[in-house]
């Protein structure tokens, strides 16, 4: 029996990738101005220019309970299994969206089996989860390899960002451990990553430029202390020349090109325009946090 692999837009997973792996993607949203922005759109230009002229903070919303629903159970009625990769529940409710949809599949279809992964992440951290699931089922795992192909990817990854303020977290109450830096930017630039699902501080220093230079360097002793670097992606909020910068000084020490990626509202809105990120793996585990 097959496998198939969903996820939501958080993830960020380049479009080329989600076809060719056949993976299903659930939409969030933004609302602001009494207007709906779409996570999964293809031009996120007008959602930043609306951002940075209003003077309210976006309302996210989760993916609706059937259209997560539609992405499952269409999925059981083809006669696939199910593993469905989601942005950390402390960051979101779309995975309790996806625990409750589940539910009403097994109602109707109770010999359907569907594993759900909480990726502890967004962005790209998230979408190498869902990334390690989809190859693992493309290659005709059994569904248990494919939740393991996850969770092992969550273990090697590691999420680096600067946000140009903390405003924006702050607003949006997704700040994490963060929070203790509310009312110190005059003196740092924080550089922030992920750690058990929620916003928390990687390192501290003075200048945007030693906070690019730290994330770099913390990229390069990952690599080499870690069995080697799988892959990497440099994130951007409506940022690209910023982006396009740091994917050099990361592809130099890569060896390799690597890509950039913007960020969506469900995501830009709560970290704000103006912030990079790099989002790699390795081939072995690293410990998260600082």
């Known amino acids: 029996m097959a496998v198939s ?22 939409g ?3 609302l602001l101005g009494g207007v709906i922005y779409a996570d999964d759109a293809e031009d996120y230009e007008p959602f930043y220019t609306a951002l940075e002229a209003a003077g309210e903070m976006p309302t996210t919303s989760q993916p ?17 299994e199910v593993v469905g990769v989601f942005i950390s529940e402390k960051m979101s409710g779309t995975y309790s969206t996806a625990l409750l949809a589940r539910d009403m599949v097994l109602e ?3 010999g359907a089996v569907i594993e759900l992964v909480d990726s502890r992440s967004n962005s790209m951290e998230l979408g190498y989860a869902a990334l390690a699931a989809a190859r693992a089922a493309a290659a005709g795992e059994p569904i248990a390899a494919v939740v393991a192909a ?15 303020t903390l405003e924006y977290l702050r607003r949006g109450g997704r700040i994490g451990s963060a929070s203790a830096l509310i009312g110190s930017l005059l003196q740092v630039r924080p550089i922030l990553t992920v750690t058990d699902g929620q916003t928390d501080v990687f390192a501290k220093v003075r200048t945007t430029r030693k906070a690019l230079d730290t994330i770099v360097e913390a990229f390069s002793a990952d690599i080499r202390d870690k069995g080697g670097l799988g892959d990497a992606i440099v994130h951007h909020i409506h940022n690209e020349a910023a982006g396009r910068l740091l994917a050099e000084r990361i592809s130099e020490v890569a060896g390799r090109a690597i890509d950039i990626c913007p960020i969506g509202p469900a995501i830009g809105a709560h970290v704000g325009p103006g912030a990079v990120a790099v989002v790699y793996h390795t081939l072995d585990p690293m410990r998260k946090g600082h």
């Not at 309970?65 to 083809?78: F, L, P, Y």
């Not at 996850?150 to 946000?163: D, G, K, S």
């Open 5 to 26: 692999v969903i996820t939501d837009s958080t993830s960020y997973v380049p479009r080329d990738l989600r076809r060719e792996l056949k993976m299903g993607v659930v």
């Open 108 to 110: 109707r279809h109770p």
């Open 64 to 80: 609706a309970v059937q259209d997560m629903v539609d992405a499952i159970e269409s999925r059981v009625e083809a006669g696939d």
């Open 150 to 164: 996850a969770t092992a990817m969550i273990e090697r990854t590691r999420f680096l960002f600067v946000p140009a």
């Open 28 to 30: 969030l949203s933004s």
